[in-house]
C-alpha cells in the first residue's frame, strides 16, 4: 500500500503552480499527477516518490489528504493493465481512479484507487502480481 | 436570592422600586434633555411640556430621536451642559455630514465606569484579574469603556488595543492573562497566529472573554468557545449611549441584562414605531435616564431584539433583551428579499466542513441580483474527492436557500484564503452599485 496526496484546490490560475511550487522547494519527485475539477473547484492527486515529505510541505492551512491505494508492479506491454483489470473485476473490486508510469524499458507501475486496498492487494498477490509497500516504491521510483 | 452577590444592590430591585427610580429618573432626563438646543426646539415646537410625562408609559408622547437628528446637530446640537463641563468626547469614523460625535461630564464618565464594572463583576472578574483589552482605544469607546470599568473594579489591566497579534498572545502568556475584551472576528483571526506560534489557547490562564462590538451568531459564540476553551459574554452597547456596558450577558448565557436604573428600554416595530408584544422581535429604542451632558430621548438604535421578561436564575431584576439580531444597518435586499447577514452566519457555523471566515458578496448578473456565499473549506474535514466537495456545496445552498428565500451561489474555497481582519470583519460586499446598474 502507498499514499497517494489529495490537494483542495480552486480552479484557478496559480494554484497548481503554488503546490508545484512547494514540492520542488521540498525536492519531492511528483510521479503521477490527476486534475478534477467541477466549476470552480478541484481536487489535485499526486504520486509522489515521499509522500510524508510532500505532505509537511504542503502543509497547513491547505487541505491535503493521504489516501491510500494499491501499488503494482507490471510488464510495461500491451494487455499489462488488461490482467490486472480482469483480476479485480472477477472479484468484483471496482477500480475509484488509476493513474501509471513506466519505472523502465520494460516495468509500469499501475497506481489503483479502490475501496478496501488490502483486499485488492489479497487477490492481486494470489494473481502472482507484485504489489509494493512504502519501500518498495519509493527505491522503484528512485 | 438575598444572597446574590452583585456590584451594585439596584441589581437586585423588585420592579415597582425600580420602575418608582426610571420614572423619577427620567422626568428629570427630560428636564436635562430641554437644556439642549435641539430638544429645546423639539419640546416647543411639539408642544410637548416636560413635566407632563406623570408614568413610564406617557414617555410613548415623546417623539423618537433618529440618528439623522445627531448628524442635523453636529457638533453641539444635543449637547445639554456648557461645553467646559465636557471632559470627553467619542465620535463615529464616519465622513462629514455622517459623523456623530457624543460627549460626556466626569460623572458620566464614572456613571458609564460603575455600569461596566458592574458587568464585568457579573462575569466574574475581580480585583485578582489580568484584563487584556483587545479592543481600539480612542474615538471608538470599546477601549477606554471597559477599560475605566475594569480599572474601577480593582483589576490589572493591559491596554493593549486590537492588533500585533503575536505580541496579544505573548502578553497573555507573560502576564498570565485571566480574561480578554475582544471583537469576536478578532478571536477567530487570532487562532490562526496560535497555531502559528504552537501554542494552544486552552493551556493558558484565561478565565473567561467578553465578546462585543460586532453581532455574531451562536454557532460563532459555540465555535469560539470551544477553540479558546472557554465562555465567550456577550456584550451590547452603541457610542450614542455611552458604550459598551448598556446591556450584559449573565453567566447564564441566555440574554442580556439591560440596566433599567440607566436607561429605558422599548422595544418597537420598526415600521410603525408601535410597541410589540413581549418577546416579539422589534427594535429597540432606547432613552438615558442618569447622562447629563448628552441626554437622549427615544433613540432608535437600529439594533434588532426582543425582551425575555420571565425572571432570570441569576436573580438580577433588569430585564433581559434576546441577543441583538443584527443591525437594522446590516439587512441587505436582494431579489426583493431581506435578509440579515447572521441568517448567513447561523447556517454556515452548523455545519463543520464549513470554516470560521466567510465573505459574501451581491453584485449583478444582468438585471438580476445574484447572491455569492464564500466559504473556507476546513483542512480537516476533506475527505479528498470531488464528490464530498459537490455534495457540500448543495447541501449549503439548499440550507441556504431554506433560511433566507434566496438560492445563493456557494463557493467553496481553500483554508486561509478569505481575508481576515483585525477590527470588525467585513462580511459583506455589495458591488451592485458599481456594476451594470446604469450600463
Known amino acids: ?142 | 436570592m438575598a444572597s446574590v452577590d452583585v456590584y451594585d444592590a439596584n441589581e437586585l430591585m423588585d420592579r415597582s422600586s425600580l420602575e418608582q427610580l426610571q420614572l423619577q429618573r427620567l422626568r428629570w432626563s427630560i428636564e436635562q434633555a430641554g437644556r439642549s438646543p435641539h430638544y429645546n426646539k423639539v419640546f416647543s415646537e411639539s408642544g410637548i411640556a416636560p413635566d407632563s410625562v406623570r408614568s413610564l408609559g406617557d414617555v410613548r408622547r415623546l417623539p423618537f430621536t433618529e440618528k439623522q437628528d445627531l448628524r442635523n446637530n453636529y457638533p453641539y446640537g444635543l449637547l445639554a451642559v456648557p461645553n467646559e463641563e465636557v471632559v470627553r468626547m467619542h465620535h463615529s469614523s464616519g465622513t462629514t455630514g455622517m459623523a456623530i460625535a457624543v460627549f460626556h461630564t466626569p460623572g458620566d464618565i464614572g456613571r458609564w465606569a460603575d455600569l461596566v464594572a458592574r458587568c464585568l463583576y457579573l462575569v466574574g472578574m475581580r480585583k485578582e484579574d489580568v484584563f487584556q483589552n483587545m479592543m481600539s482605544y480612542g474615538l471608538f469607546t470599546g477601549g477606554l469603556g471597559l477599560h475605566y470599568g475594569a480599572e474601577k473594579l480593582g483589576a490589572f489591566v493591559i491596554p493593549t488595543g486590537a492588533g500585533n497579534s503575536r505580541r496579544q498572545i505573548q502578553f497573555m502568556q507573560i502576564f498570565e492573562t485571566t480574561a480578554i475584551h475582544i471583537i469576536p472576528s478578532y478571536a477567530l483571526a487570532l487562532l490562526a497566529t496560535f497555531e502559528e506560534m504552537g501554542v494552544d489557547p486552552r493551556s493558558l490562564s484565561l478565565r473567561f472573554a467578553v465578546g462585543g462590538a460586532e453581532p455574531y451568531s451562536e454557532g460563532m459564540r459555540e465555535r469560539l468557545q470551544d477553540a479558546w476553551g472557554i465562555p465567550f459574554y456577550n456584550c451590547y452597547g452603541l457610542s450614542e449611549m455611552q458604550g459598551p456596558g448598556v446591556a450584559f450577558e449573565c453567566p447564564e448565557q441566555q440574554g442580556l441584562h439591560v440596566w433599567e436604573d440607566s436607561y429605558l428600554a422599548e422595544i418597537v416595530d420598526p415600521e410603525t414605531g408601535e410597541p410589540v408584544a413581549d418577546g416579539q422581535e422589534g427594535e429597540l429604542v432606547l432613552t438615558t435616564l442618569t447622562r447629563e451632558a448628552m441626554p437622549l430621548l427615544r433613540y432608535r438604535t437600529r439594533d434588532l431584539s426582543s425582551f425575555i421578561s420571565e425572571p432570570c436564575s441569576c436573580g438580577r431584576t433588569h430585564r433581559r433583551l434576546s441577543r441583538i439580531q443584527g443591525r437594522a444597518d446590516d439587512m441587505f435586499i436582494v431579489r426583493g428579499v431581506n435578509i440579515f447577514p447572521l441568517q448567513i452566519e447561523r447556517v454556515l457555523m452548523s455545519m463543520p466542513e464549513v470554516g470560521h471566515n466567510y465573505l459574501i458578496v451581491i453584485d449583478r448578473d444582468g438585471y438580476v441580483d445574484r447572491l455569492t456565499v464564500r466559504v473556507e473549506l476546513t483542512a480537516e474535514t476533506f475527505q479528498g474527492d470531488l464528490a464530498q466537495l459537490r455534495s457540500l456545496q448543495e447541501r449549503l445552498t439548499d440550507a441556504l436557500r431554506e433560511e433566507i428565500l434566496v438560492r445563493p451561489r456557494v463557493e467553496l474555497v481553500e483554508p486561509g484564503t478569505i481575508p481576515r481582519q483585525e477590527g470588525k470583519a467585513i462580511r459583506v460586499v455589495d458591488e451592485r452599485e458599481l456594476g451594470g446598474k446604469e450600463r
Open chain 1, 1 to 142: 500500500m502507498i499514499q497517494q496526496l489529495a490537494i483542495f484546490s480552486e480552479n484557478k490560475p496559480g494554484r497548481l503552480e503554488r503546490i508545484t511550487d512547494a514540492l520542488t522547494q521540498a525536492n519531492v519527485n511528483i510521479r503521477a499527477i490527476h486534475v478534477a475539477s467541477l466549476g470552480d473547484m478541484g481536487v489535485i492527486k499526486l504520486v509522489v516518490d515521499r509522500p510524508d515529505d510532500a505532505y509537511k510541505a504542503l502543509g497547513a492551512p491547505a487541505a491535503v489528504r493521504k489516501i491510500p491505494c494499491v501499488a503494482v508492479r507490471v510488464r510495461d506491454r500491451p494487455g499489462a493493465l488488461h490482467e490486472v483489470t480482469r483480476v479485480l473485476s472477477q472479484a468484483g473490486i471496482n477500480i475509484e481512479n488509476a493513474s501509471g508510469f513506466a519505472v523502465s524499458r520494460s516495468e509500469a507501475i499501475l497506481i489503483l484507487e479502490v475501496a478496501d486496498v488490502l483486499a485488492a492487494e489479497r487477490i492481486l498477490a494470489q494473481a502472482e502480481f507484485s504489489t509494493l509497500d512504502e519501500g518498495e516504491f519509493e527505491a522503484a521510483v528512485a
